[in-house]
């Protein structure tokens, strides 16, 4: 077969690839930003998207602000990108949604795990759910899900007893999957899905949680190229088909569960007395988008209700399940840490406290504040301006020997937020910063009260419109599960300190760095704890 009919196609498509080439490289040479202190690109195609993608940055980014200061640039293939820890720069960014949103790269990726729930819309459109969603997460609808936290911590607690007890003294399990099947039963709208016991069987819809939730554990060069070329999306791919099939059936779950809340409402309104469950999302959430206070443009479609259910569903357990990894990791590492917050846990006398009782232990404040503080579930963030503007710095900049206290920044720069490396900056908390010291919440260092953060002084829940909607919810659901937990065990880590590593992927969960291939885990031995 002659190529010569397609010689014209072929012509066309490398031209426009030339062109976006040098549309590219005009962009680059044109950069105000090029001007800013910062690292050579140790690849000209690429600069450094492939150290960006396949790894943390956090720790070169660390080792950049050392050699170049708080505020400098870098390439990622054809753009220039900002990085700061100029915390008044940070307050400007995180304050300014309209003008410093999330990239469409960012957006339309994670929009094929979870579809377009409310953190991936831009500020307009973000502002408006918001106002739906937002009373379903205030203070008083956060205190009604106590029972259902305590309710599923201690059916963990049974379960490892009942693991505990088959195994003789001790139990070796993999703490990650129980805490991560605990807070996926939390999450479920009130539904049993069959994931808190200890014969557990596979089902479609904890095989989409699972497979959406923990997909990769290494980073490889496709699902590079189609994050920084959107429209290679169009090429069809396995993980992105298993991706749809996931986001389907967990669509189909939540829709059935908001038809049943909408039935109970209506059956309500003709006199029928329908009991809402005490920690039910779904119907608060239902609730507020049939409130008389929105008009009928305000209300969301059914789709984009299923949207932010697919996202709480995926989000809302997966992080807490990581943060409470995190924090047994780091008490069974210190068993003084440990000892000393179990003994503050057992002068409540109940099993079944209060909020306000839980909100009284102050070590255990200071230990989750620490664990959050130092393992931030997602490392970094990226936003993107979306018009012309001059980013205020708290501390000036040299640009061509010149001071600036002011930088312009174009339309369609990207901007990373390095979240571990603000956290944990010596510059703010202090030579002790990568230490983990509980005691440290007793008597913070000013400078920390300068980060713009929404909790604790620390940049792992975000800060302005789109702090996390949910991080009540997160801290008070692993309050209750370290109070129930911690009372009746002891744990002691289930390998070597050093085998403990973090997955190179959006997400922070833990893994055995001698065995990356098996996923996220986290291995413990267990004991039951036995007063004296």
């Keep these: 077969m002659s190529l010569l009919p397609l010689w014209p196609l072929i012509c066309a498509v490398l031209a426009a690839a030339l062109f976006k080439l040098w549309r590219a490289c005009v962009r680059v040479q044109r950069s105000t930003l090029r001007h800013l202190p910062g690292p050579e690109s140790p690849s000209v195609p690429l600069?450094?998207?492939?150290?960006?993608?396949?790894?943390?940055?956090?720790?070169?980014?660390?080792?950049?602000?050392?050699?170049?200061?708080?505020?400098?640039?870098?390439?990622?293939?054809?753009?220039?990108?900002?990085?700061?820890?100029?915390?008044?720069?940070?307050?400007?960014?995180?304050?300014?949604?309209?003008?410093?949103?999330?990239?469409?790269?960012?957006?339309?990726?994670?929009?094929?795990?979870?579809?377009?729930?409310?953190?991936?819309?831009?500020?307009?459109?973000?502002?408006?759910?918001?106002?739906?969603?937002?009373?379903?997460?205030?203070?008083?609808?956060?205190?009604?899900?106590?029972?259902?936290?305590?309710?599923?911590?201690?059916?963990?607690?049974?379960?490892?007893?009942?693991?505990?007890?088959?195994?003789?003294?001790?139990?070796?399990?993999?703490?990650?999957?129980?805490?991560?099947?605990?807070?996926?039963?939390?999450?479920?709208f009130g539904y049993d899905i069959g994931t808190l016991n200890v014969e557990a069987r596979s089902n479609e819809l904890c095989d989409a949680f699972r497979l959406v939730a923990q997909s990769v554990t290494r980073m490889?060069?496709?699902?590079?190229?189609?994050?920084?070329?959107?429209?290679?999306?169009?090429?069809?791919?396995?993980?992105?088909?298993?991706?749809?099939?996931?986001?389907?059936?967990?669509?189909?779950?939540?829709?059935?569960?908001?038809?049943?809340?909408?039935?109970?409402?209506?059956?309500?309104?003709?006199?029928?007395?329908?009991?809402?469950?005490?920690g039910d999302f779904l119907t608060l959430l239902v609730e507020a988008n049939m409130g008389s206070n929105l008009s009928e443009g305000q209300r969301l479609s059914d789709e984009t209700i299923i949207d932010e259910c697919r996202t709480i569903l995926v989000a809302g357990h997966d992080t807490t399940a990581i943060t409470l990894s995190w924090f047994f990791y780091n008490i069974a590492l210190y068993p003084n840490i440990q000892e000393k917050l179990r003994n503050e846990l057992l002068t409540i006398s109940t099993d079944h406290p209060t909020i306000e009782e839980l909100s009284s232990l102050h070590y255990l404040d200071c230990v989750l504040r620490e664990?959050?503080?130092?393992?931030?579930?997602?490392?970094?963030?990226?936003?993107?301006?979306?018009?012309?503007?001059?980013?205020?710095?708290?501390?000036?900049?040299?640009?061509?020997?010149?001071?600036?206290?002011?930088?312009?920044?174009?339309?369609?720069?990207?901007?990373?937020?390095?979240i571990m490396a603000m956290n944990r900056d010596k510059t703010l908390w202090g030579e002790d910063a990568f230490e983990f010291k509980p005691e440290r919440w007793d008597n913070l260092p000013e400078t920390v009260s300068s980060i713009p953060g929404i909790w604790a002084n620390n940049l792992t829940f975000m800060g302005g419109q789109h702090a996390c909607l949910g991080y009540r919810f997160s801290l008070n659901e692993t309050k209750v599960a370290v109070y129930t937990l911690l009372r009746a065990f002891e744990f002691e880590l289930g390998l070597p300190a050093e085998d403990v590593g973090r997955t190179p992927t959006m997400l922070m969960r833990p893994m055995r760095l001698s065995d990356p291939d098996s996923g996220p885990q986290l291995p413990m031995l267990v004991r039951p704890y036995r007063r004296d």
Excluded at 382 to 393: F, G, N, Q, V
Aim: one cysteine or more; aromatic letters at 10%; glycine letters at 4%.
């Design 47 to 188: 600069g450094f998207a492939w150290q960006f993608w396949s790894t943390d940055p956090t720790e070169m980014h660390e080792e950049w602000v050392k050699s170049y200061g708080r505020t400098l640039s870098y390439r990622i293939l054809s753009d220039i990108c900002l990085f700061t820890m100029d915390t008044k720069a940070l307050a400007h960014i995180l304050t300014h949604d309209s003008v410093f949103q999330k990239p469409y790269k960012v957006r339309t990726y994670i929009a094929e795990l979870v579809g377009l729930g409310m953190p991936l819309f831009n500020a307009r459109e973000h502002r408006r759910q918001r106002r739906v969603v937002n009373p379903a997460f205030g203070p008083m609808q956060i205190r009604e899900f106590t029972d259902l936290f305590l309710s599923k911590a201690c059916q963990l607690r049974d379960i490892l007893s009942l693991e505990v007890a088959m195994h003789g003294s001790v139990a070796k399990l993999d703490l990650y999957t129980w805490l991560h099947r605990m807070s996926l039963d939390i999450i479920s």
């Design 220 to 278: 490889s060069v496709w699902p590079m190229l189609r994050f920084f070329f959107p429209f290679l999306r169009i090429f069809p791919e396995e993980q992105s088909r298993r991706f749809a099939k996931a986001r389907k059936v967990m669509g189909e779950f939540a829709s059935i569960r908001i038809d049943e809340k909408k039935r109970e409402m209506e059956e309500s309104k003709v006199g029928k007395h329908v009991r809402r469950r005490r």
């Design 371 to 418: 664990v959050v503080r130092l393992y931030p579930v997602l490392p970094s963030s990226l936003r993107i301006a979306t018009e012309d503007t001059l980013l205020p710095l708290g501390e000036s900049v040299n640009i061509n020997g010149q001071a600036h206290d002011r930088i312009w920044v174009e339309k369609g720069t990207p901007i990373v937020i390095s």
